[in-house]
């Protein structure tokens, strides 16, 4: 996590949103990632988002897990509260904070490594409890911190790093999303700022859970073993005092490309991902349409971007189910929170 504060230097005449902040103040520390990585991409358009919609800094709360994406939280809006958890718990770390208090608006940042292996069962509850928050996963199939090794969202014929295929079919969570009853899916590449900031700000506007899958390319491990130059081949041949890597630096990868398009996008590595961006006849309130749709892309290789689905009518919100406080915990009074004795004996012979 780094905590290398940006210069508080800025021009005078930058613009500002209807509370009068800039777009600097809502940015945070200095980024460690590598050069070139994604999430940093995914940062920017956070930032951009959350200025836009004139989201107050202090009413925002950001959590995150463990992984390169859960880094990204140090990363925007400085003023918000923020919480990292430990790996793939982020999801009841934001349950609980939702419960206790309504009144701010939730951002948890997760990895495929932190969402669909360890935290699968996390995730799984948060979407079926519908808790009012944007859930975003930072997409890049490699476990990023632990040298590159395959996730669960890895596609079969992957090669990593290290030269060995990926045979395991993988979790796709725009999917896993749809069959759980999620209110609000979407899908988005990290270099397509255009589509990536109105999804972000939908997301967060959203009452109920929204997921948002961001395809984020790993700059580090995208390169393929067999060179004796590479970075494995060295270490197995050489016996360093100590295991260090060299990144090499990398241009970020961005798009632009029109409604109903499918483009197909190069990675640092010379591989290929294919995108499709939905248009304007696409129904995305309808469910099992949309599960249908993403599936039969899936076939053809192709990842399909934008509103992939909306349930605006839904009453399972995690708030309006369970009925709670609209007063956060920690502004109510001790007589409230603690009702004393009679109210305790009250309550248990409702089960004798």
């Known amino acids: 996590m780094s905590y290398i504060n940006k210069p508080k230097v800025a021009h005078p005449s930058l613009p500002t949103n209807a509370l009068g902040l800039t777009r600097r103040q809502y940015e945070g520390?200095?980024?460690t990632l590598c050069a070139g990585c994604g999430h940093d991409s995914v940062t920017a358009a956070i930032v951009e988002a959350c200025w836009g919609i004139d989201l107050k800094p202090e009413q925002l709360a950001k959590l995150s897990g463990i992984g390169c994406s859960s880094k990204t939280t140090a990363y925007f809006v400085a003023g918000a509260h923020g919480f990292n958890s430990v790996h793939g718990r982020m999801p009841s770390i934001a349950s609980g904070a939702a419960a206790a208090n309504r009144e701010l608006t939730y951002i948890g940042i997760s990895g495929d490594g932190d969402s669909l292996s360890?935290?699968?069962?996390?995730?799984?509850?948060?979407?079926?409890?519908?808790?009012?928050?944007?859930?975003?996963?930072?997409?890049?199939?490699?476990?990023?911190?632990?040298?590159?090794?395959?996730?669960?969202?890895?596609?079969?014929?992957?090669?990593?790093?290290?030269g060995e295929v990926n045979l395991t079919p993988p979790i796709d969570p725009v999917l896993l999303a749809l069959s759980l009853g999620a209110t609000f899916?979407?899908?988005?590449?990290?270099?397509?700022?255009?589509?990536?900031?109105p999804l972000i700000q939908a997301g967060l506007k959203h009452n109920g859970f929204a997921l948002i899958d961001v395809l984020s390319p790993c700059v580090t491990f995208n390169d393929h073993e067999g060179s004796t130059r590479s970075y494995t081949f060295t270490r197995e041949h050489y016996h360093p005092v100590i295991e260090a890597d060299f990144v090499p630096k990398a241009s970020e990868i961005t798009v632009d490309y029109q409604e109903g398009q499918a483009l197909s996008?190069?990675?640092h590595d010379g591989s290929q991902v294919i995108l499709r961006k939905l248009d304007a006849s696409y129904d995305p309130t309808d469910r099992s349409a949309a599960y249908h749709f993403i599936e039969t892309k899936i076939k053809n290789h192709e990842y399909v971007t934008g509103l992939i689905h909306i349930d605006e009518s839904s009453t399972t919100e995690f708030h309006t189910l369970n009925k709670t406080t609209k007063?956060?915990?920690?502004?109510?009074?001790?007589?409230?929170?603690?009702?004393?004795?009679?109210?305790?004996?009250k309550l248990q012979a409702r089960w004798r």
Request: charged share 20%.
């Open 118 to 162: 360890i935290g699968f069962g996390q995730l799984a509850h948060a979407i079926r409890r519908n808790i009012n928050m944007l859930y975003i996963i930072e997409n890049n199939g490699v476990y990023g911190l632990t040298k590159g090794q395959f996730s669960a969202s890895a596609d079969i014929g992957t090669k990593a790093k290290k």
């Open 29 to 31: 520390a200095m980024s």
């Open 185 to 197: 899916v979407a899908r988005s590449f990290s270099g397509d700022k255009q589509q990536l900031v």
């Open 265 to 267: 996008v190069e990675l």
């Open 327 to 345: 007063v956060p915990l920690n502004r109510l009074p001790f007589e409230k929170l603690s009702p004393g004795n009679a109210a305790l004996q």
